[in-house]
């Protein structure tokens, strides 16, 4: 089977390089941020033709510095910034159409790098170079009320990343480790520790059962990492009846520089990978075997997943800082990608039998 | 990377001086002069854009204190990529992230996009040369640097003779 990427649209406005893309929810609208201390907002043309579209909002004026990462609330209403300048920005779409940021959240010492919302709606994590994870809790009218710093990253936080459906963050880390955080009654803490990597975990992404998570690295690795019940029929041992985490699957040689970003397809299943060597990567998780299968074990056995499509030069002679999948059926096909060179591109994964 | 720049104790009071030598400056040669031949970068060129970038510390240029050298310079042209590897004066050097940073800029300014490049510490001539190393080639970590204006200006200060790639500089 073959399978590649074709480039739908190239989107042109940003000034400086393009950190980040995020698709609304419903993929209605992408948004996109950078080091022009702007957010912009993309939506095509016509839905009869993918391949034209416009900007049709630009955000700015909040942030003194690059916006680093962008998130959108579950309900599409809301989008949230973080930036160098320390702050956390939240942005809402009122009913003219118009967006305003409506809040702003102080609390990190330094540069912010990630934003992320909960599934529920409910919650809000930020992240950064102070080493720290705050969780906030989002109240009625643009309230939002820190429940929680956790300090165990011992250096930057990267980014960060909420379970698809359960209160649980991932976060990964310039220490090289990747911290699971939970709640228990109101506390949080870190249960579990991910260790693996050889140097910065830059990104990481849950598939869509939550029970499984990939990480990417600066060691040109990506990871898949499995999550494991107490009392497991795998039998992994697990500490204090907490879920343990465990490498299933390395894949190396890929990559020749360091991978910014992973996008798993909460549809397909297939994950996506942008590097510093220029190029995007596409790879999909093999069939069980046939023999596993009638040994009663699939399920069971470690995964492994093949390399199916790949675009050298994505970005020219830029590096790739971001790649997202689009979120729903209608056009799960579609990747976002953000570069150096200051363009977002969207491309068309299409597989032939 | 900004904490360090703000300490006004000379860290290394007495450095070692070298004189440059004279053979490291480019002979032209016939295939040079030809306009319509592309030149391709060598590790002359980089070499040449770096070398007469100032110390943070003193005012003496990273070659003239042995802090980078032709032989530490990799290029390689079709593959676009550039490898430096420059030596602190002392194993202690609280600099060797600003001088990292100079040279790093230096070659953001000056090299076409298109190269991708890698600056390391030599190995064995600084205490935290992996954490130095990591810091200099994060890129999200520079960007946020390059964004801190004070520590921009100390840069440009250093990056203000680079210009002299390797001739007599005029204070």
Known sequence: ??????????????????????????????????????????????????????????????????????????DGRQLSTASFDALTGIWERDESGEFECVATLEGHENETKAVSWSSSGTLLATCGRDKSVWIWEVTSDNDFECLSVLQEHTQDVKMIMWHPTKELLASASYDDSIKIWREDDDDWYCSDTLEGHDSTVWAIDFDKTGEYLVSASDDKTLKFWRCYYPNNQEGIVTVRNEPKWKCVCTLSGYHQRCIYSVSWSKVHGCIASGSGDNTIRVFKEDEPSISSTLNGISGTTTPNFSLVASISSAHGIADVNRVQWYPTEEHSDWLASAGDDGVVRIWRFVEKN | MSEQVLTSKLINANPTIYTPSKTSHRVLTEQDEKEDIEDLIDAQEVFDLIRSVTDPEHPLTLEELNVTQLEHVTVNDKDNRVSIEFTPTIPHCSMATLIGLCIRVRLLRSLPERFKVDIMVRKGTHQSEQAVNKQLNDKERVAAALENTHLLEVVNQCLSTAGFRGEPIIR
């Open chain 1, 1 to 74: 089977m073959a399978a590649y990427l074709e480039q739908i649209v190239e989107l042109k406005g940003h000034t400086d390089r393009v950190w980040s893309v995020a698709w609304s929810p419903t993929g209605k609208v992408l948004a996109s941020c950078g080091g022009d201390k702007t957010v912009r907002l993309w939506v095509p043309v016509s839905d009869a033709n993918p391949s034209e579209w416009i900007c049709t909002h630009v955000l700015e004026g909040s942030h003194k510095r690059t916006i680093r990462n962008i998130s959108w609330s579950p």
